[in-house]
């Protein structure tokens, strides 16, 4: 059987075949009535476009790169949703790659989206990640880049992300207000702004109720299970005083809650904890992992919003780089009440 083409769609309703191929695409100066004309003669004729063709002839691919560090914890997967959400009701696909928090693979995936002709990128920064000149390069070549969570003000892009420094503050404070006065924080040693900010809350909120900041309560290491096991241990190890934990990540917090249940010390009566992210598993294990909810669908959502707007100006680097910020919500459970 013959396939049909624009050619045929044209003929049948006798227009030009430039009218078809503008009525196809959506063009703005193409009026509904013969958009709606040429689907309906393209459905009756089973006509189905040819979109790499489309994408050859028009410059654009209609994909967008999305860049997250793993997919192995709910936090990325959620914003990943709500990014896939909003473009795919903008006519817009995705096509996902993971950093695995690799520095290599963070630039082999960009590099497989540039293969590939997407029309941006929306990407969150790897842990490993400390050299930041290929993102910097994107920017350069004028290729629409926006970042979510880990971001970095020296590059210079779009971005959406939590008050992080206000979700630290929170989970502190909801601690000191629980009764703890000697409040550990677990935090990472790798240099990444938002862990830091929720470094900076905790700190701003001891002072703010006249409690010490103690470096002997303050741990760093990488974002682990067994970080929090180990930090644990140690205190204990040392005859460290301490009636709470708010650890950086909630799978930090599980292995806090793992080893002071193996310690056969009581949660939430000798030690509260409280961890961050709102990962799934938090509210199903015993005690319920008390944590600060990042709004990470919200977040996605927000992403693709702002990076289809400004795609759409056609101006992506000429005016001030746009920042959203959401606020960190408490989500208290067990462990901390």
């Not at 082999?108 to 993102?135: C, K, M, P, W």
Request: proline share 3%.
């Amino acid at each position: 059987m013959k396939k049909t083409t624009i050619h045929d769609i044209a003929r049948e309703l006798n227009i030009t075949f430039s009218t078809v191929a503008k009525a196809l695409n959506d063009h703005p100066r193409i009026a509904a009535s013969t958009k709606e004309a040429v689907k309906e003669m393209a459905i009756k004729l089973n006509y189905q476009q040819n979109k790499l063709a489309s994408s050859l002839r028009s410059g654009k691919t209609r994909i967008v790169g999305v860049l997250v560090p793993t997919l192995d914890v709910s936090f990325f997967s959620s914003v990943v949703h709500g990014i896939e959400t909003v473009m795919n009701s903008n006519g817009y696909n995705i096509l996902l790659y993971q950093s695995k928090e690799l520095y290599a693979d963070e630039i082999r995936g960009i590099d497989t989206f540039l293969q590939t002709r997407v029309e941006g990128i929306i990407s969150s920064i790897a842990l490993q990640t400390s050299d930041y000149n290929h993102f910097i390069d994107l920017k350069k070549r004028k290729i629409p880049l926006l970042l979510f969570d880990r971001i970095v003000d020296e590059i210079g892009v779009p971005y959406v992300r939590i008050d992080d420094y206000g979700g630290g503050f929170m989970a502190t404070e909801h601690l000191i207000k629980q009764g703890c006065k000697r409040i550990v924080h677990i935090s990472t040693d790798q240099n990444v702004t938002i862990f830091k900010e929720r470094l900076q809350g905790y700190k701003e909120a001891l002072i703010k109720h006249g409690l010490p900041v103690d470096d002997s309560l303050i741990f760093t290491g990488h974002l682990s299970i067994e970080l929090g096991r180990n930090c644990i241990q140690q205190l204990v190890n040392e005859n460290i005083e301490f009636d709470g934990v708010f650890a950086f990540e909630d799978y930090t917090g599980l292995g806090v809650l793992k080893q002071l249940k193996e310690l056969k010390i009581n949660v939430p009566e000798q030690v509260k904890v409280i961890g961050f992210a709102n990962e799934a598993f938090g509210a199903h294990i015993t005690p319920s992992l008390s944590t600060v909810d990042q709004q990470t669908v919200k977040m996605g959502e927000e992403a693709a919003r702002l990076f289809l707007k400004l795609i759409k100006e056609n101006k992506y680097y000429e005016k001030e780089p746009e920042k959203i910020v959401l606020d960190p919500l408490l989500i208290p459970r067990t462990s901390s009440e």
